[in-house]
């Protein structure tokens, strides 16, 4: 996911947790008010909010919201399942999911032109607004079950695609009716068509 967003402008990474992947970025922030204050100043910006669950909520929801707001963003995040999972306490012992802040951007993101890049291992237990509503779909090799669910939201024929793939080869489902199967050759970091 990270090599497809490297030439997005105005963007906001959500890292959920700690891995091997560098995002590129102008600015590295901890809390979501930095994003605010310096605005459009860098174009760039991977939130990796310190604490537990609950500031990580706090963080993500004030992004998602901003991002909202604002428009023109392209949110990636880097979980799914576990940010849609994180929930901030509200009045009256209700809580706040931010599976509702990013359904907002799934369904409604468009008409301000964000765009939402969602990382995610399963294609089940998440919202099917994250597939549904994606132009492109990537997605590895996967079991027949999650295989099954996936087609449910794309095309009957990915059922079969993403069951037979190899290492670094993904099938590429752009709407409304388009499959490919593609490689990425990780000496040249370029996407290389094998199947069309």
């Known amino acids: ?11 906001i990474v959500l890292r959920s947790k700690p891995d091997e992947v560098e995002w590129r970025q102008q ?9 605010v204050q310096y605005g459009i100043r860098y174009d760039s910006y991977e939130l990796y909010p310190s604490g537990g669950k609950e500031e990580r909520a706090r963080e993500f929801h004030y992004a998602l919201e901003y991002a909202y707001e604002t428009g023109g963003w392209t949110v990636i995040i880097d979980e799914l399942f576990y940010v849609n999972r994180l929930s901030l306490p509200l009045k009256n012992r209700r809580t706040l999911k931010l599976e509702q ?12 032109h964000i765009t939402v890049m969602a990382g995610l291992q399963r294609p089940v237990a ?20 999650d295989a099954k669910e ?5 095309s009957r024929q990915m059922e079969s695609a993403v069951q037979n793939l190899e290492d670094y080869e993904f099938a590429w489902f752009s709407r409304p009716h ?19």
Not at 27 to 35: G, L, P
Not at 150 to 154: G, H, N, P, R, V
Not at 178 to 196: D, G, R, W
Request: charged residues 30%; positive net charge.
């Open 150 to 154: 996936l087609s449910y939201a794309t």
């Open 1 to 11: 996911m990270e090599w497809l967003s490297r030439n997005r402008r105005y963007k």
């Open 178 to 196: 388009s499959i490919k199967i593609v490689k990425l050759n990780m000496s040249t970091q370029q996407l290389e068509v094998l199947e069309q």
């Open 27 to 35: 600015k590295r922030v901890s809390h979501a008010r930095e994003i």
């Open 101 to 112: 802040d990013c359904e907002d951007l799934f369904t409604q993101g468009r008409s301000k």
């Open 126 to 145: 998440v919202t099917r607004f994250a597939i549904s509503q994606s132009k492109h779909v990537l997605a590895g090799v996967m079991e027949s079950r």
